[in-house]
């Protein structure tokens, strides 16, 4: 038991490790406000083409999304990260991961919104149009904000999915959580920081499980 | 464009390392079944073991579901297997990569096959104990199979979503895919095997991928 609270929950190393896991969670919430915002933009994109009547970019959407879906995030990073520069592309630690992060992210948003676009009944589109919108009016004022409603928890728990993800942004030497903790184990000789970052996202991330779980029973229970 | 074929596309780099590319995909397609059988099995158990309504049991399994969802696989992973050692508990690299998404697939499954069991109404329980089939027999016989029925689409998504996750063993130095690559490519200072790694993981998901798409459109939720 002392073995386990000198291993694991030692409070003299966490004060040492303290600044270095701030300066990590900073990058980690840096990070997520990045990547998160991107990766929804370019999934309404994602999705907006893929309502469009153009059998070639409709094919095209497809395979985008099954393409960025099928690649572990991980692997999408490395090869961002180290591929990339040979053709003379640099993009830094932090423009590999928000490149990486899109590819990835876009496709899953992507399919999520067009789920949620196909869901709102044709009549509204046919409603809202004979009222004279544009199409554009249409899809903006009309379609989007039932579509959205109607993935919220969808939505909700692909975030959470992304904002976990940042953790592999450490393996390309991006200074977020999981990699100051990582630092700071080696400099300290102790696992306390690595305990403590796993602590930090759990006080974190908690509340949208919590929130995610509710929306699930829900959902399935309205099957 | 000799000299991009060169460099991301070398036969004679990739002809080197295939060999050991093919063995990394068989180390993830184990790794993969492995996670997949243990995870969906415990988080069964789990959801059954929930059902019996032991108040005590039940709060310890919602808090660790929720700890588990809320953890990004890569924090346990590293955990597991730097942590750990520190308190004297070694494993593996692949238990480490193994136990930590087994544990976070047992998670979501139990929350997913919790929400089904919640989702059979309930007069089929009454009605199943009323003919004198016990508590088990209700729960076996009447209500699991029906809802399983409801939870495999999101089931199979998830599950495919965490087998991805077995790339993040490379992290840790398990021999898959993505370590086979990333250690061929520091080796020959080429690309080209991140690209033969990617290619695999294409033809390893991409059918998954497909077939989680056909599982959604096959077992729709009706609204």
Redesign the interface.
């Known amino acids: 038991m002392e073995a386990l609270i000198r291993g694991f929950f030692n409070f003299d190393i966490l004060a040492q490790a303290w600044p270095i896991l701030l300066a990590g969670f900073w990058m980690t919430l840096l990070l997520t406000l990045a990547v998160v915002p991107l990766g929804f933009a370019g999934g309404l994109a994602v999705a907006l083409a893929s309502t469009t009547k153009n059998f070639f970019v409709r094919a095209v959407v497809v395979g985008y999304v099954d393409l960025f879906r099928a690649f572990p995030a991980l692997v999408l990073l490395m090869l961002v990260a180290y591929g990339l520069p040979f053709l003379d592309i640099r993009l830094g630690a932090f423009g590999s991961v928000a490149l990486a992060f899109f590819l990835n992210t876009s496709s899953y948003y992507g399919e999520i919104l067009r789920a949620g676009i196909e869901s709102v009944p044709r009549g509204q589109l046919e409603a809202a149009r004979s009222t004279g919108l544009s199409a554009l009016q249409t899809m903006a004022w009309v379609v989007l904000p039932q579509a959205v409603r109607n993935v919220v928890p969808d939505l909700i728990s692909n975030t959470l999915e992304v904002i976990k993800l940042t953790s592999i942004a450490s393996v390309v030497a991006l200074p977020e959580l999981l990699h100051a903790a990582r630092e700071a184990q080696a400099l300290t000789y102790n696992a306390t920081p690595i305990i403590a970052a796993g602590i930090i996202y759990l006080v974190c991330l908690w509340p949208l499980v919590r929130l995610l779980s509710r929306f699930e029973h829900r959902q399935i229970a309205l099957h | 464009m000799g000299r ?1 074929a060169d ?2 596309l070398n036969w004679a780099v990739m002809a080197q390392y295939a060999p050991r590319i093919l063995e990394g995909t068989w180390v993830t397609i184990r790794l993969a079944l492995a996670v997949a059988i243990a995870g969906i099995a415990c988080g069964l158990f789990l959801s059954v073991l929930r059902a019996f309504r032991f108040r005590a049991i039940n709060v310890l399994i919602v808090f660790a579901v ?2 588990l ?8 992973i ?2 597991f297997y ?3 050692p ?3 508990v070694r494993m593996s690299a692949w238990v480490s990569t193994w136990l930590a998404l087994s544990l976070v697939l047992m998670a979501f499954s139990e ?2 096959f919790w ?2 069991i ?2 059979v109404p309930r007069g089929q329980w009454e009605a199943a104990r009323s003919t004198g089939l016990s508590f088990l027999q209700t729960l076996r016989d009447v209500v699991l199979p029906q809802a399983v029925r ?2 495999i689409p ?1 089931l199979t998504n998830r599950t495919i ?1 965490i087998t ?5 063993g ?2 840790v130095a398990v021999g898959e ?2 370590y086979q ?2 250690s061929a ?1 520091s080796f020959s200072y080429n ?1 080209s095997p ?2 033969l ?2 290619a695999a ?2 033809i390893l ?2 059918p ?3 077939f989680g ?1 056909w599982i959604e459109t096959r077992f729709a ?3």
């Open positions: 991009f460099t991301f929720d700890v969802r809320a953890l990004p696989p890569l924090v346990i590293i955990a730097f942590a750990l520190t308190v004297g929350e997913i929400a089904g919640l989702a409801l939870t999101p979503a991805k996750n077995t790339a993040l490379a992290v895919i993505l690559a990333q490519y690309p991140l690209l790694g990617a993981y294409l998901f991409i998954v991928v497909c798409r939720w009706k609204r």
